[in-house]
Nanobody, 122 residues
């Protein structure tokens, strides 16, 4: 029943910024941790960031620390990923996913969005 829909992807030049949105529906949004993942061509899917539910935990991959910021808008049932200082290696399909617990971690994600393309290129 639960659904997640990503938006905000596109083409941006190196050093630019982009904000991704993940809108949830069909479940009690604030209870669950929401994670962002990405998969670049020829590479394995990796965890990018996560924001917790009730516990308020936040996770960033080392590769994006200091450049990406995750946040929640509980009224809009939306999680955002603000990306700045983008690099070509950030190019990937980005997915948001719901974790079946409030705490952030890399496992136990049960609902996934369809993914959105982010391309960083000059």
């Amino acid at each position: 029943q639960g659904q997640l829909v990503e938006s905000g992807g596109g083409l941006v030049q190196p050093g630019g910024s982009l904000r991704l949105s993940c809108a949830g529906s069909g479940f009690t949004f604030e209870v669950y941790a929401i994670g962002w993942f990405r998969q670049a061509p020829g590479k394995e899917r990796e965890g990018v960031s996560c924001i917790g539910g009730i516990d308020g935990s936040i996770y960033y991959a080392d590769s994006v620390k200091g450049r990406f910021t995750i946040s929640r808008d509980y009224y809009k049932n939306t999680v955002y990923l603000q990306m700045s200082s983008l690099k070509p290696e950030d190019t990937a399909v980005y997915y948001c996913a719901r974790r079946n617990v409030p705490e952030c971690n890399l496992d136990e994600y049960d609902y996934w969005g369809q993914g959105v393309q982010v391309t960083v290129s000059s």
